[in-house]
């Protein structure tokens, strides 16, 4: 099934109906399916309704029946919430504790996890009740399919969606700025639901021009997982509270609530970050872009072709935009990791400038290999890296020029399981300090774990190699 306007769909409406049609016939046939898990169903027809809404919403204001058509959708997925808010609770908690590794204390919050299990497990058991939600999701896509042969929109091209980009990008602008002001779980909710919009319009018009899209598809991915993680934290956070009110000793719930609240601002710190880069700009500018380029496809479709395997890779996990790194720093304990280092280098590096904005460091490794690094330095767990050679000579004269002083350390490189640790030891001035970095596939899968590694400090300005090196902003 393609989630995508094509060529071949001949006008907007087209292409709009024929999307839809197919999203909905699929929610049937998998409401249908009695060898499905349920949990699955509803999770999966759930992600349906919310493709189509954002589907209608790219051409809300040239489609005549936008309104009740978004709140059939709407009100559909509202039958399934409750068996799919039981699940998740359980799998934060875990997500949780995996994150957190040694600083989870599961033999303490295991009374917790038992209540939320006996929740799920409840849900589970009420099959009834779910096949009952099923079957009247059912009933509203049937009478949902039957509707799209009357979905009339007017205009035609690119200008029927001109209207709908605007308002998308828009409304995702206030959110975001709303966002910065009060992450509370309200905000934060209202800008995850307008960049899933953002995302799968992306998707639908990703043939105009694949690649940019394709990337942009991916950013959007990766920030609507995180805003997704962030509002199960907060979703979390308001059940343990209840959870304490029904009994469960606050010395057990509070701990609890005070890690998800942690790793929440984690969260939003870097998922506001990118959200800035994403809705960067003015609506109708990014409208009008969108539009001239759905033109410009349109009169020669076929110049780049879209991989044949993007609709499945649109689903599975974005994998981090180019130059970015995401990277997890902790503070090292005793000497026990010594034993397990593969190989070690001598650096010495130094800071040109580091601003609020950005640090450009030069460093030597080993006397021979130079190179200069551009960072951002917001203190976040997804930082944008740029770095490139520069010959050794150019480099020692650099140096000469840092603010601050030249720092030294010994970088040790080892595995624990599949993962691939550095650990810097400082040198000098800097003696004392040792950090562990590990460098991340993606922001939501947890660190390993270890006996030697300490406290978690990414997003520690104090830990940042710049500020160690005392270039002071």
């Known amino acids: 099934m393609s989630f995508r306007l094509k060529e071949g769909d001949g006008t907007i409406a087209a292409g709009v109906r024929r999307i839809a049609r197919a999203q909905i016939e699929a929610a049937i046939a998998e ?6 898990d349920r949990a699955h169903v509803v999770h999966q027809v759930r992600k349906r309704c919310k493709k189509i809404r954002s589907l209608l919403r790219l051409v809300r204001p040239k489609l005549g029946v936008y309104r009740q ?50 929740a799920r497990n409840g849900a589970a058991d009420a099959g009834g009740d779910v096949n009952d939600a099923l079957a009247g999701f059912r009933a509203a896509m049937a009478q949902a399919l039957d509707a799209t042969d009357a979905w009339k929109i007017s205009g035609n091209g690119g200008d029927a969606m001109r209207a709908g980009l605007e308002a998308s990008f828009e409304d995702g602008r206030k959110a975001l700025k709303a966002a910065h002001r009060k992450p509370d779980i309200d ?143 902790f503070v090292v304990r005793g000497d026990d990791w010594r034993e397990a280092v593969e190989r070690t280098s001598e650096i010495r590096q130094g800071y040109l400038c580091n601003t609020h904005q950005v640090s450009l460091r030069v460093r030597i490794v080993d006397g021979r290999k130079a190179t ?77 774990s270890a006996r030697w590694l300490g406290q978690e400090v990414t997003g520690d300005a104090r830990y940042y190699a710049a500020n160690i090196a005392a270039a002071r902003r």
Not at 73 to 80: E, H, M, P, T, V
Request: hydrophobic residues 45%; charged residues 30%.
């Open 372 to 448: 200069m690094t551009a960072k951002s330095a917001q203190p976040t767990l997804t930082r944008t890296e740029i770095e490139f050679p520069v010959p050794r000579d150019a480099a020692e004269a650099l140096l000469v020029l840092v603010e601050g002083h030249v720092a030294r350390k010994h970088r040790h490189t080892l595995s624990l399981g599949q993962q691939t640790i550095v650990i810097d030891e400082y040198l000098g001035p800097d003696s004392g300090i040792v950090v562990a970095e590990i460098e991340m596939a993606d922001a939501a899968t947890a660190p390993p």
């Open 187 to 329: 905000n934060m909710h209202t800008l995850r639901k307008r960049v899933k919009d953002a995302w799968y319009q992306t998707r639908l018009l990703r043939d105009i021009w694949p690649g940019p899209m394709r990337a942009r598809a991916e950013a959007l991915g990766t920030l609507a997982d995180l805003l997704g993680e962030e509002h199960d934290l907060a979703v979390f956070a308001e059940r343990i509270d209840a959870l304490i009110e029904d009994g469960i000793d606050s010395e057990v719930g509070t701990p609890l609530r005070v890690l998800a609240t942690e790793r929440r601002r984690q969260l939003q710190g870097t998922a506001l970050a990118l959200a800035d880069r994403v809705y960067a700009g003015r609506a109708d500018a990014e409208a009008r872009r969108m539009v001239d380029l759905w033109k410009a496809w349109r009169r020669a479709p076929d110049v780049v072709a879209p991989a044949a395997d993007e609709e499945a890779a649109a689903d599975a996990p974005p994998a981090p935009p180019k130059h970015t790194e995401i990277e997890r720093k």
């Open 31 to 36: 409401v249908d399916d009695g060898a499905l």
């Open 69 to 118: 058509e978004n709140k059939r959708f709407r009100d559909a997925a509202r039958l399934l919430s409750t068996a799919r808010d039981a699940e998740i609770l359980v799998a934060t908690y875990d997500q949780l504790a995996q994150h957190f590794g040694r600083r989870f204390d599961a033999d303490a919050f295991a009374p917790v996890r038992a209540r939320l299990v006996a």
